[in-house]
């Protein structure tokens, strides 16, 4: 979890800001939004909501209402308790891509993800410093039966990690067994339901509908106190207008009605506003990662979030390269400035993200750990205009056509005082050259070896993995033969 | 030249802007600066200046009103009258790498540059609408004689591209040869004194010391009323100190010592804040580019001449990769987002730079456009919160669990309402790979062939082309025979 001393950039102008909330709100009171689960349906309507067939048409004060009940910042719990962070406020934290069912690395190619790289995923996002939650559907271990796989994924975050997890959503089945065993691990439901130990991704079936599998599990987890982000899953110019400020009213919409929600059952539970908002490629129909359009809906979204004074999740490392090339580079680089800028507090896909989603990669993976270094260092270090920062003494030390190598100001800074690279060469030409010649992506490949090469188990309590093992022993069979 | 929408990101508090400025007229009363030129030393010394051998201490009051003559903006005219730009102000104004010895592209490899490499980058510069500005010395044409070799890189300048163009600051001959072709151009000398026609790039020998070439370049351009950026050439920890306060300390001093210089020469010539502030690598002792050290200096140093109320020149797509890599896209990005948001007016090294300046590439100057494209979408379209963009027929129309393809407002934008990549792959992976899984270099290579292939020639009146040539000829031997 790293501080965020950036003053947050606001995109959107006081009036911008009132227009989307007005438009937000119109469309929850005049078109109103579909929610295919009964229950959900049901504490809309007893609450007085107006309820027509799966449609749910809101009172706005209501939305509003329920929105206040969500904590500004909220604790969540990592077995490790150095690793427990705070999501909201001035906190940004990190964590690995979400979702691909596809993985890569330069040696051997792209390629169905197994449990194994969903393992290795962990323990690369417990060696390195710069994540900051194992994350969650890291990839999809394509290798193991559907039914039953979001077990051993759950597994593998708390065996492998010590760091915060993130939860299973397919179902309110899968959102059950993700509580009962994080209730293992963190020493009985009462302890999670007190700080809680689960963030779940809800994503919208936008526009404007929520389907059951996913409220299932929003249900489930909000039942439980544990936090929820609630993600509308915006392609503009599919899933909602071409227009950026109808798209940020339209996920506003989206994201207050489920926060409502959450609210209704458990006031009070954690409740993220999330975005996961670029543009079509109008010209292909495939969504278009790292854009200006990302890079300007971060800023609003975030914006947004912070009228209601919501925790907010958005961002992150996204391109829609195939390759861990410069275009992977710049379309990340695209997204994180304003992700960082924009005050971004909880920063899904991180780290390792390829392809629009479709593809977890290992040398990506590094390469975004370089970045998120990079701010790291700004974040932590900022532009101090202090004594030592002005180092007026070096300047009376050194004069005019002198040099500061040799300076005590430079001797006094020199190990600590500048950003040191992981991956990024500085060599001269020469140099580089005789060592191999090797690109960004190269270098990644010996870096990643390395993290799973030095990967320090964090252990776990025999017992404690006795009962998780004896869990799934007993549920997969419930989940793989229906 | 583009409006910069974006409100300029102050990264420091109003009392360090003070810290800083006060710490810059100390080092200018207290240590002072050294001018190896006979002439800068007598000004100063007429205008009350404390001078001791090539050592001058000054009277900050002084400088503050020298600097107070420079205009806040100017404009900057091409023989094209439609590629006349502003220096100031919102305005941002684009132009290639400068000062390179050697070139690469994919096919032919790493090589000394030569006068057909940097016709080629007139060429392209030409072709692209991005760049605004031609540069200066892009790449130094390795196989002409290095005494007459300016001539060729201005002529190449005003023949190959209409844009405005940046003179030779070799030496106050040079510069004097530049003025010469220039007026040739523009129908006189006074036809460039009345408007600016060559903007220079004058590096301070740093730390605190102005060598005679640059003095004596600077002087020539100030004396003919054409623009000068004065640029501090500071790798933090050798040519300044590791506090990067106390670094834009410096550059502050050192930039405005030599804007009161242009100023006592000729009052109202336009004058640019010059940065170039990058941090040396500790360990490896090379500088070190696109790291977080620049990034923040970019951002404080803007905001240092935003007090001054002068022009400010910084940033770029800096990096120490030696590939069109990751690394090459990353570093690059880290900077060109302050660059953006920190309000820079002149963008030196906006395309090709590799290897910390010391090599151009045609590939990464085709990958810079497409970031440069990028930025430019955002700074024209911002994130209109009007009807259009707030789009509520289209939310009208669509409702829950619809699609946005085929509704009306997307029919009216969908043309043009987002933007189209240049390079960038949106392809699905079969697609991708089917048609030889090429990386953003791999297409780089093909589009800056194609930008030389489809090049238009802007054409020059064959009387100008005529006595651009005859004084070439005649200055060629003069020069080439010392």
Redesign the interface.
Known sequence: MWKNRF?P?????G??VE??HG?AM??LQ?????FLHDRARELFGQAGMQVED??VRFDPAFVLEQVAKAPASFEYQARNPAHTVTIGGENLVTAPVYGPP?ITDLERG?RGATIEDFNNFDKMAQAVEQIHCAGGTTVEPEDLPLGSRHLDMVYSHLRWTDKPIMGSVISSENARDTIEMASIVFGGRDKIERTPAILSLINV?S???YDDRMLGALLEYSDAGQPVIVTPFLM????????????V??QTAEALAGIALVQLIRPGTPSVYGSFLT??????????F????S??GIL?SAQMARHYNLPFRGGGALT???????????????CM?PTV?GGVNFVLHAAGWL??A??ASYEKFV?DV??LR??E??LK??????E?????D???E????????G?E??LR???T?????W???????DR??RTG?R???VV?TEKWKQLLADYKDPGIDPGVDEALKEFMTRRKPELDNV
Do not use: C
């Open positions: 003053r950039y606001d995109i959107l102008s009036e911008d227009a989307i438009q119109t469309i005049e078109i109103g939004i579909d799966m449609r596809f792209r079936n526009p404007l509908r503009a110019g599919a899933m909602s207008p071409m227009g950026l400020a109808g798209t009213a339209q543009n079509t490629d109008m010209q292909s129909g495939s969504p278009a790292g854009t200006p359009e890079a300007l609003a829609s390269s195939k390759a861990p090339d410069a275009q992977a580079a710049y379309e990340s680089m695209m400035w800028l392809e629009s479709l593809l390469i370089e970045a990079m701010f260092w700004m270090r900022g532009l101090p205009v202090d030592e920062g002005l180092a007026m070096a300047l009376r050194v004069g005019p056509g002198g040099h500061f190598l300076s100001h430079t800074n020199y190990r005082g500048f950003y040191r690279p991956i990024s060469s500085t060599e001269n030409y580089w050259n010649a690109t960004a992506d990644a």
